[in-house]
């Protein structure tokens, strides 16, 4: 959950506490409290629904991410193809630890759902991460790929 949302719906939850210390009518107490309370569900409601959102966005572009990624990985299948018999057997190692790599990261993102707004920076972090290293790693085997068949 974001800092001002947090810091939004604390002065909210003050506000309420605030109020009932007031030296008001107990009607203006309780129309104000009400009030109050509404705008704290509201800021908690609006804090779910930008999580949501940010979830959402998360698992298009990891998609998009773990397309490329396979797009890459079938791309370096049909060049190894054509390779020395040491150069297979190399990438293919390191393809099919990339693969089983790839399909752990489509398991994560399939608990998506399942993560706590707490949770959800270090998972979002995680994600990103990992797809960092997916990418670098084929860049790494292409290179070597390339300097070894060429």
Known sequence: ?????????????FAVIGLVAC?????????EQREA??????????AKRDILQEKRELQRETQARLNTI????????????????SVKQEVREEMQALRAERRELSRELSTLD???????????????????EMDEAL????ARFDDKAG
């Open 1 to 13: 959950m974001k800092l001002a949302t947090r810091s939004t719906i604390a002065a909210s939850i």
């Open 70 to 85: 396979d797009q890459k990985l079938d791309k370096l299948e049909d060049q190894v193809e054509h390779a020395s018999s």
């Open 114 to 132: 399942d993560k706590t707004d707490d949770a959800w920076d270090d998972f979002k972090e995680g994600v990103n991460g990992a797809l960092d």
């Open 37 to 46: 309370q509404q705008e704290v569900r509201q800021d908690y409601l609006d």
């Open 23 to 31: 030296h008001e009518s107990p009607q203006e107490q309780a129309a």
């Open 139 to 142: 860049e790494d085997i292409g």
